[in-house]
């Protein structure tokens, strides 16, 4: 099977095979297994103070939905494990099913994709098989209601479905399931579904270190961060971002979509296992942040009640890495000029700062225009690790003078105001839900 299946990568968009482009993404998972959360109108709100336009949420509760009414938001919702045995048998709970917990609320709740089951291979018991059924059972009720082609079904994967993740290059499937692999990847291309798989960044850095660079998993061509802690959470989710809204793609499909959905929105306290798994939030349920994070990729951070970015009064400046190689270089200095929207005209030929005529010079002055005008903040000077802060004036009327400045990154974690939390979640405390457009062939 490793050869048989051809992926269309979604970038923060879903390209459906016809080559329609619906507009690139990022989204939050919505968990809600934790004490003392805000209620769903107040989870809804601070959604939308963070300009997150997609959701996930497990189930498909009714308070939930009527809360994300009227509001735009793309829902995806999901039907749990417990429930694939009498959605698989009969496709009369389908059916009920989706007449009562659906369709009174839409489309006022703006539903776009239904889950069935979430990574069965890695569940007791032989649920896997009941996967397909209880989807085609689904996809039949949306199909009666004419909703087939507006909200999608599909199921989602752990990397257990990967005997190898690791180059990316080098991925595929495990053969031991293929038997389940098949007739799903043949629904998904029937029924233009996407293929939905959870990423574990943070386990694959900490399982295989030797294997895995920091640098590679926080999306960075050079740091000199090197502990586990908040900021790399931080760090990885503003360049996972940035590389999703700019349309990056992937090596070996530069400029492609995808669709991303970062975990999670709160940190959950019921959580089974480890600390790590009760602290994967980007906030505390009492909607304070644990770091601070910019959806719209353009590195504007909400400071919400003292979170771990640090501010400045126009005494730094952010100046480019003058050891960063040229294509990133070249790649920041696109970004900040365009999707950024600062005014590059200065370093234009015949204009004030053209001179010196050198790439390093010429996007220490967009990095740095970005900076000061998105609040001089430590993620407005990231720009995939080719900024970095300095003290030191490097004066726009001789910009050579920023590549003779050492500048180093700042990799401290900053402490929460409140100084009662001590967790620090480790580095990458992030599952991004991807979603991959998928075709498959069978070879």
Not at 70 to 96: C, H, K, R, V
Not at 218 to 228: A, N, R
Not at 268 to 292: A, C, F, H, I, M
Not at 400 to 422: M, P
Request: contains cysteine; proline residues 6%; aromatic residues 10%.
């Amino acid at each position: 099977m490793g050869g048989g299946f051809r992926f269309i990568f979604a970038i923060s968009v879903i390209v459906m095979p016809f080559g329609i482009c619906y507009g690139s993404r990022i989204g939050i998972c919505y968990g809600r297994n934790a004490d003392d959360l805000p209620t769903p109108d107040k989870a809804v709100n601070l959604i939308k103070t963070q300009n997150i336009n997609s959701v996930r949420i497990y189930d498909s509760n009714i308070q939930i939905l009527k809360a994300f009414a009227n509001t735009g938001i793309e829902l995806m919702i999901g039907i749990p494990n417990s429930d694939l045995l009498p959605f698989s048998q009969f496709q009369s709970n389908a059916d009920t099913w989706l007449k009562n917990s659906i369709l009174p609320y839409y489309p006022a709740t703006k539903i776009t994709y239904i889950t069935v089951g979430a990574e069965v291979t890695e569940a007791p018991g032989n649920i896997s098989s009941m996967v397909v059924p209880a989807m085609t059972n689904v996809y039949n009720a949306l199909r009666k209601a004419r909703l087939h082609r507006r909200i999608k079904v599909s199921t989602t994967h752990s990397l257990g479905v990967l005997s190898r993740s690791y180059p990316p290059s080098a991925g595929a499937f495990d053969s031991k399931h293929a038997g389940f692999l098949k007739p799903l990847l043949e629904f998904l291309e029937e029924k233009q579904s996407p293929f939905l798989v959870n990423v574990y960044p943070y386990y694959a850095y900490r399982d295989s270190s030797s294997n895995v660079s920091l640098d590679y998993a926080l999306f960075e061509s050079s740091s000199e961060v090197i502990d586990p802690n908040t900021e790399n959470a931080q760090t990885y989710n503003t360049n996972l971002i940035r590389h999703v809204i700019n349309n990056t793609g992937t090596p070996a499909r530069p400029g492609e979509e995808l669709d991303v959905y970062i975990f999670s929105l709160f940190n959950e306290n019921r959580k089974p296992g480890l600390d790590s798994e009760r602290n994967w939030g980007l906030y505390y349920p009492d909607q304070t942040s644990v770091y601070n994070v910019d959806f719209t990729g353009r590195g504007t951070v909400d400071v919400n009640n003292g979170g771990n970015l640090t501010g400045v009064n126009g005494t730094s400046w952010c100046i480019a890495y003058p050891n960063a190689s040229e294509g990133d270089l070249r790649n920041g200095l696109d970004w900040a000029c365009g999707s950024g929207n600062v005014d590059c005209l200065p370093v234009q030929p015949s204009q004030p700062c053209f001179e010196p005529d050198s790439l390093v010079s010429h996007a220490s002055y967009a990095f740095n225009s970005y900076y000061q005008q998105n609040g001089a903040t430590d993620i407005a000077c990231s720009f995939g690790g080719t900024g970095v802060r300095t003290n030191k004036n490097p004066s726009m009327n001789n910009i050579s003078a920023a590549s003779n400045i050492t500048a180093t990154v700042n990799a401290n974690a900053h402490a929460n105001s409140s100084g009662q939390r001590k967790f620090s979640p480790p580095s990458l405390l992030v599952i991004i839900f991807v979603l991959i457009q998928c075709l498959s062939t069978v070879v």
